[in-house]
């Protein structure tokens, strides 16, 4: 069985804490936070702490804070030899405090703390510096039941950089639809189905083959009624660049 201790509450803890409390190969035996009533719900199921100087040995430490508080924590910790990872995807594995066994464990996935996360659906990306600690952390995700992948920092970075475009992004694209929806009473609900297919899609294809719509075949009369619909500036410079980007990767004639 693994022993883990949780340093941090943010969503990324939240769901690692309760993902490890279900499988029968690991065990949280501490969660650490600076705020400890952030995690004094959990006080009936592992014992919490704000203190780091009372940390119980484990066979790793996964640090689920802030990106910038990474370097930073793990340099407090007086934790000697022992595994501590992070869970970024931006934060290079060299960051931690070279007096640790160093490592990486990122969920790539959106969190959200109050939705139910099925970690079959979260990709663990791996990353030790040294090779016999690869193991425990592939322990880690087998026992939630997640897929793995070992990938370097620079490969992550990229991962989580595409990550912001293809979530983020997007999520913030589906606000904007919610609000062109809504200033003409119309149902955005309506919508659901197709980015549902719009997503699946892309599991058989790839997103260059999947594209469709007016820049794709460069229908300029629908692009100009379209960008005279909108009532947002905002909105219309959304829209230009977008179109701008997918007629430069399908070779359209630019608007």
Sequence with gaps: MVSVVILGAGNVATHLFKAFKESDNISVI?????SIDSIKQYKNEVTTTDDLSMLKDADVYI??????????????????DKLVVHTSGSVNVYDLDKKHKRGVFYPLQTFSKGAKMNFANVPICIETINKSDYHILKELALSIGSPLKKVNSDQRRVLHLAAVFVNNFTNQLYRVGHEITESQGAEFDLLKPLILETAKKIQDISPYMAQTGPAKRNDIKTIKKHLKTLESNHHKDIYKLLTSSIQQTHGRKKL
């Design 30 to 34: 501490q969660w650490f936070n600076r």
């Design 63 to 80: 640090l689920a804070v802030s990106d910038d508080a990474i370097a930073s924590l793990s340099k407090q910790l007086s934790l000697k």
